[in-house]
């Protein structure tokens, strides 16, 4: 009785070419998981990127007012805040402000009673032009007392922030460009290290301002443009491979 082979003589060829079928299959399957799962070399680079925000000027300049009363001590330094506020409305299109009343403190005592009163506010200048602000300090000086000015950029974290997003599309496309010549279709990032720039530069120009040294600015004062620098460094590596 002959079973599924026609014949003896060939059941075990059959089943040498089965197995050796299987031992093929295995090899192949071995080798499509290898080529998915290959790996090439791990490229590092840098990448700079800068960007300038301009610096807004601001000054406060205090108005102070002493009386007998607490109410006319106010009433005062109301009259200065005021007209402090009509020296800059001819120039409220270039030039932002704000008034701050800080209080009204007792500063004299004659056998237990207040004899005097000291009421102080102050108001805040911002704008980016230093001519126009250095011109109307020397104004207000005369009514108005301690002027201080600083610098403070604007916009620093969302342009800091635009750079890092920059940073991220550019770096991608260098991995992969960099990858593709190499001869790897892929490119995954393992690290990527963001640097800020030790010293950021920023121009300041020195500046003094005093009614008592100064009493009418310079017309011809030059327009200084004041910038922030902002510097990011983008340490990366990278590891090519083969999907």
Request: with cysteine.
């Amino acid at each position: 009785m002959i079973s599924n082979c026609q014949s003896r003589s060939t059941c075990p060829v059959v089943r040498k070419l089965t197995g050796t079928f299987a031992l093929v299959a295995i090899l192949t399957f071995a080798g499509t998981t290898w080529a998915a799962t290959r790996t090439g070399p791990t490229i590092s680079f840098d990448l700079s990127l800068k960007t300038h925000v301009p610096t807004e000027l601001k000054a406060t300049l205090t108005a102070q007012s002493r009386a007998p009363t607490p109410h006319r001590a106010q009433i005062e330094m109301n009259r200065n805040l005021r007209w402090a506020v009509t020296q800059l409305k001819p120039v409220q299109s270039e030039i932002h402000f704000f008034i701050n009343r800080l209080g009204t403190v007792p500063i004299n005592w004659v056998n237990g009673q207040i004899r005097q009163w000291l009421a102080t506010g102050s108001i805040t200048l911002r704008t980016r032009n230093l001519t126009l602000i250095s011109q109307l300090i020397g104004q207000l000086e005369t009514r108005l007392i301690d002027p201080t000015i600083n610098y403070q950029p604007l916009g620093v974290n969302r342009a800091r922030e635009h750079l890092i997003v920059t940073g991220f599309k550019r770096i991608k496309k260098i991995a992969q460009k960099a990858c593709q010549a190499l001869g790897y279709a892929r490119s995954d990032i393992l690290h990527i290290e963001i640097l800020r720039a030790p010293r950021p530069e920023t121009f300041r120009p020195l500046l003094t301002m005093s009614a008592s040294i100064r009493p009418k600015p310079a017309q011809s004062m030059p327009l200084v443009r004041h910038e922030a620098n902002i510097h990011l460094s983008f340490d990366t590596q990278v590891r090519c491979s083969t999907p």
